[in-house]
Structure formats: structure tokens, C-alpha cells
């Protein structure tokens, strides 16, 4: 039996979109095998899921069991899996050695990771996430680009979310250096997002490295899926370095994610009349470890 089929259940469980990582989370612990959950009725559910110990209304109860009890949803897991398959996209669930221990530290961790290329890096030792805005500066472009070689050539494993901007400058940098780098994504791994992007996901496979996304293909990118994906991306990090963001930027979120998960927090100082470097110098202000060469990270690692 291949990967795809033998992860059925967790594949159909993670594409009903309406019910949280967390609860599916508890959904699995409750019952151990998802098999039973594919199976029961919804007078089964309705008895067995308490209100209280999901931390939910009974409102919410009715619609996870609506959505759990879908047929329709749950003949749809075999289209998904035929199409994977042509694609060559893979899965790996969260019962798995291989999953990433980092990412279990986080209270609601994907049940399942959907990937495409090296799995063996999702472990890594030392990893950083270098992330910013999209629309950059010619500076912050060049320093995502220059930070992300030089840690690669170091031995990091380089994470970013695969947007425009100071995201693609990062995964730029690790593969000029020839080394792996981890593409976190906010959509399907079938959809690609930003669409002159198709390029640089060639390389990053090419190169050895990794495209994974909590999402079930065909999976759009969202106002609510990217700042979903920003928590996996600060979880698999052992530090997040902001090279340029703006004062209400998207970045922050990764940067709030980090914190909360206890993560080192870098940042490049930039021009005080740049936009671009507003939450950045905010950053530094508030305790963030200042960044102008390599060594202010890698002597974090000794």
C-alpha cells in the first residue's frame, strides 16, 4: 500500500477546512485511530463529543459533526489522493518519527504535512526563518538574499513562506549558496502562489529542499491561510530574522508566533524615513537582537 493510502483518513480528516488544527488535534487524541472517526454516525458523535472537553458550543459541536459525517467530503479524500499521486505530492502525518519535533511544540500542529522533495531536512538541526514584506526595497531584497547565502553556507536551513518580496530573496539566497531551503506555504502545494514564482519552486526542489503546506490541494491562499501558515514557519525555526517590514506587516504575525513559542527574534536596522523599516527599528527597540553580519546569529549557536 502506498504512502497516500495508508494516510487516508488524516488526508480526509485535514481537508475539512470549517474544523480547527486544535480540534482535530483532540479529535485524534480522543479516539487514537481516525478510521473510527470515518466511520461513526452522527448520533455516535453526538454522544461521544463532549461540548466542554473540545472547548466549544454546541453550535459549533453540530457543525463539526455536519462536516465529519459529509459523504461527500469523504469520497472526495479518493480524488485527492489520485491527483497527489500524479503530482507527486506526499504526505506525512503527525504519528510519524519523521514529522518535525519542533512543530509538536505548538498546541495546534497540523495533523498531517502535505510535501514535495527532501523530507530528511524537515529535522534540522539549525534553522532560521528569514521573512519581511513583499514590497521591498532594492536594499532589503539584497540583504535577504546576502543573510540567507551566508547562513546557508553555514550550515542553516534556511525557512520562508515563498512570497514576494523578501520571502523569495531568502529561498534565492540558499539556493545560490547550493544548499536546501524550506518553502512554508499558504495554499495547496498544486497552486502556486505568487504564479512567477513556478521558477524558483523548480529550484528549491532541484536543489534538494522542501515545499510543505498544512493545506489539501486545491486549497487557495487566504487572508486567514497565511497567517495560519506563520505559525509553522516560526515552529520550525530555531530563530526569525525580520529584514524589512512595514509598520501593520503580516510579519509581525510570524514575529507574535515566535514569541509566544520562545524563539530568537532578529532583525535588520534600516533607514529611519523607509516605511520598509519601520517594525524592524521597532523591533531592535523592543529587545530584538540587532543584525548587520552573520555572526550576530551563528554566535547564538556555538
Not at 231 to 242: E, T
Request: proline share 3%.
Amino acid at each position: 500500500m502506498n504512502i497516500l493510502k495508508e494516510n487516508i483518513f488524516f488526508i480526509w480528516l485535514s481537508s475539512i477546512e470549517e474544523i480547527t488544527p486544535a480540534i482535530k488535534l483532540k479529535l485524534l487524541q480522543q479516539y487514537g485511530n481516525l478510521e473510527i472517526i470515518f466511520k461513526r454516525t452522527k448520533q455516535q458523535l453526538e454522544e461521544e463529543v463532549n461540548e466542554e472537553k473540545y472547548n466549544i458550543n454546541m453550535k459549533i459541536k453540530e457543525k463539526i459533526i455536519e462536516r465529519l459525517t459529509d459523504e461527500k467530503q469523504k469520497r472526495k479524500v479518493y480524488e485527492y489522493i489520485d491527483k497527489m499521486q500524479k503530482l507527486n505530492i506526499n504526505v506525512i502525518n503527525c504519528l510519524e518519527n519523521e514529522y518535525p519535533k519542533k512543530l509538536k511544540e505548538i498546541y495546534d500542529f497540523p495533523i498531517c504535512l502535505y510535501y514535495k522533495g527532501n523530507i530528511n531536512i524537515l529535522n534540522a538541526k539549525n534553522t532560521i526563518a528569514v521573512i519581511g514584506c513583499r514590497e521591498c526595497s532594492n536594499y532589503g531584497g539584497k540583504i535577504a538574499k546576502k543573510i540567507a547565502y551566508e547562513l546557508s553556507s553555514n550550515d542553516f536551513i534556511v525557512i520562508s513562506g515563498g512570497a514576494r518580496g523578501i520571502d523569495s530573496f531568502s529561498h534565492i539566497g540558499a539556493i545560490l549558496a547550493n544548499k536546501p531551503t524550506i518553502e512554508v506555504l499558504g495554499n495547496g502545494i498544486d497552486y502556486i502562489y505568487p504564479p512567477e514564482n513556478k521558477e524558483l519552486e523548480e529550484k528549491i526542489l532541484y536543489n534538494k529542499g522542501l515545499i510543505i503546506s498544512e493545506y489539501i490541494i486545491g486549497t487557495r491562499p487566504s487572508k486567514y491561510t497565511f497567517p495560519a501558515r506563520n505559525r509553522i514557519i516560526s515552529a520550525l525555526s530555531d530563530g526569525v530574522l525580520v529584514v524589512e517590514a512595514k509598520q501593520k506587516s503580516g510579519t509581525l504575525i510570524t514575529v507574535d508566533f515566535a514569541l509566544e513559542q520562545g524563539k530568537n527574534i532578529y532583525a535588520i536596522p534600516g533607514n529611519i524615513d523607509s516605511l520598509n523599516s519601520i517594525s524592524t527599528n521597532q523591533l531592535i527597540k523592543e529587545g530584538a537582537k540587532i543584525v548587520t553580519c552573520k555572526e550576530d546569529i551563528l554566535e547564538d549557536f556555538i
